[in-house]
């Protein structure tokens, strides 16, 4: 079965200070993988994915994530972290396969607290 | 482009009652999935419904139902409301096919009282 895994339910950091949020997933097949970000009330917003090829990418707001086979771990990176970027984080793993594309798996969420 | 449009926001209903979500998913999209967020269980996938025909299901009770419209339009059914479902209801949307992008709603906020 998959699975996602969040280690850090809870982090903080100063505004300005880099950032890594960890995910290690399990997946039978290979894996399609995604980080989503939700702020209060509100539903997810796609950061970034991975599907193929280079395994570090990029996404919207300065992030990054790389991508780590050998490991099982899709990181996600913020070289400086603005107070905006303050929510909770889902890392997701889905199938390459159409059939199985859309059926994703979260892990448990990292919330992130940004002090000024 | 319009994004993926759910509706009611908000809603409380009384147990024992039903009630239907709406998901009108991103213009050209053929998937619509659903997922249920609550802070004891996180997200968990429903189902996911692609050209009018369920593609595939989470472990939900029969009381979690679904159908997609010939527009791609989707709801989502529950019957039979318990405390436990209450929840933010959240619809994704995606072209449906290998590698696309999954798109997701504000969702719908469940309340049962």
């Known amino acids: 079965a998959q699975s996602v895994t969040q280690p850090d339910i809870h982090i903080t950091v100063s505004e300005g200070a880099s950032l890594e949020l960890r995910c290690n997933y399990s997946y039978g097949a290979t894996p399609y993988l995604f980080w989503y970000v939700q702020s209060p009330g509100q539903g997810l917003q796609l950061l970034l994915k991975y599907f193929s090829g280079d395994t570090l990418v990029q996404g919207i707001k300065g992030f990054e994530a790389e991508f780590k086979r050998s490991q099982s771990s899709f990181n996600l990176r913020k070289p400086s972290v603005h107070w905006s970027d303050a929510a909770e984080y889902f890392c997701a793993v889905g199938g390459i396969n159409t059939g199985t594309a859309s059926k994703l798996t979260f892990g448990t969420g990292t919330r992130l607290q940004v002090t000024l | 482009k319009a994004g993926v449009t759910q509706t009611p926001r908000y809603l409380i209903k009384t147990r024992g009652q039903q009630v239907t979500l709406s998901c009108s998913p991103i213009s050209g999209h053929r998937s619509v999935s659903w997922y249920q967020q609550t802070p004891g269980q996180g997200l968990q996938f429903l189902f996911e419904?692609?050209?009018?025909?369920?593609?595939n299901k989470g472990n939900f009770p029969g009381r979690f139902s679904g159908r997609q419209f010939s527009n791609s339009r989707s709801e989502m059914n529950v019957s039979t409301l318990e405390l436990g479902d209450s929840a933010l209801y959240l619809c994704?949307?995606?072209?449906?096919?290998?590698?696309?992008?999954?798109?997701f709603g504000e969702g719908s906020w469940l309340t049962v009282v």
């Open positions: 419904y692609f050209s009018e025909t369920q593609r």
């Open positions: 994704a949307s995606s072209p449906g096919t290998s590698g696309n992008t999954i798109y």
